[in-house]
């Protein structure tokens, strides 16, 4: 068996295609695990050495087939709103690695995880799943017999850009940044390639990494703030419109509503300074947006 085989789960996800792309980096051979290979964002991994591996989470033999060899994977994934599916298949994957002998698991979950009240706060709302799945995931990865790293990451940059935002605030292309925040809202932003970053850390230093819990967040900025870079970014004025108490009231079946709500207070979770410890080259908003000019624009 090489000693530097990873499986990246999500492999063409923001996360996955940093944490692929900072593995090649460092001299590891990535099983890229992907729904469709011939994806443009799959083909990108390959083209920069990936070993593609066609499956999803919910058919244990394509996990099977992709896991063979690694020594280690990188498990994110998608919740579920409507069953246990995201503990059901992270509970295959950790069978199946441990099976193959995988050493270590890095397991990206969320920042909300940081506060031990969470699970009262949220009781109810339609966003738990989101939450609270992670947190029985988390645990299955410690009770896992593996040795484990978990990363828990803030708001992603890559939401208030194309193609996330227009899904998460379709009012930006016309200037309007229509929110639940709040105006005295502060978000703990990381970009995602900081993950991947902090990813290959622990992978590369098990020993030192071993039962670490790391939250992660590369800067903290209001949402006045925040649409003053989209503003300078694009070029067009961009204006935060904060939604009322009564439309949010109406609008709280809505997990993307909930979800704003959720992130009032993140900001509380995450100590930059310790972050910033670690030695990860964190990336700034402005400078994130510069990277991404194209998909600001779009």
């Known amino acids: 068996m090489r000693s530097k085989v990873a499986l990246v789960i999500r492999a063409t996800g923001s996360q996955g295609t940093a944490v692929t792309r900072h593995l090649l980096g460092s001299g590891w051979t990535v099983h890229a695990f992907v729904n ?18 066609k499956g999803s989470l919910s058919d244990s033999s394509s996990v099977q087939a992709a896991i063979q060899g690694c020594t280690a994977v990188f498990l994110n994934q998608m919740p579920s709103f409507t069953d246990d599916a995201e503990t059901r298949e ?34 109810g709302s339609p966003v738990a799943p989101a939450v609270l799945d992670k947190g029985k995931v988390e645990r299955l990865v410690q009770d ?36 639940g925040y709040g105006p005295g809202c502060v978000l703990p932003l990381i970009d995602p390639d900081n993950i991947g970053a902090f990813a290959v850390m622990a992978f590369n230093d098990p020993s030192r990494f071993s039962g670490n819990i790391i939250s992660v967040a590369g800067e903290k900025l209001s949402i006045e703030d925040i649409t003053k870079e989209l503003s300078r970014a694009s070029g067009k004025e961009v204006k935060a419109v904060y939604r009322t108490d009564e439309e949010m009231e109406k609008d709280k079946s809505n997990v993307l509503a909930e ?40």
């Open 36 to 53: 469709d290979p011939e994806n443009p964002r799959a083909l990108a991994l390959k083209d920069i050495g990936a070993e593609l591996y």
């Open 90 to 123: 992270a509970q295959s994957v950790l069978n199946l690695a441990k099976a193959a002998g995988v050493k270590h698991v890095v397991h990206s979950t969320t920042l909300p995880l940081n506060d031990p009240s969470i699970a009262t706060k949220i009781a």
């Open 144 to 179: 896992s017999g593996i040795t484990w790293t978990i990363i828990r990451p803030g708001y992603f940059m890559t939401n208030l850009i194309a193609p996330l935002a227009a899904y998460m605030f379709p009012e930006l292309s016309h200037g309007k940044l229509v929110n």
């Open 259 to 298: 979800g704003q709500k959720l992130s009032i207070g993140l900001d509380k979770l995450v100590d930059l300074e310790e972050v910033k410890t670690y030695g990860i080259l964190l990336t700034s908003f402005r400078d994130f947006l510069q990277q991404h000019k194209e998909a600001v624009l779009a």
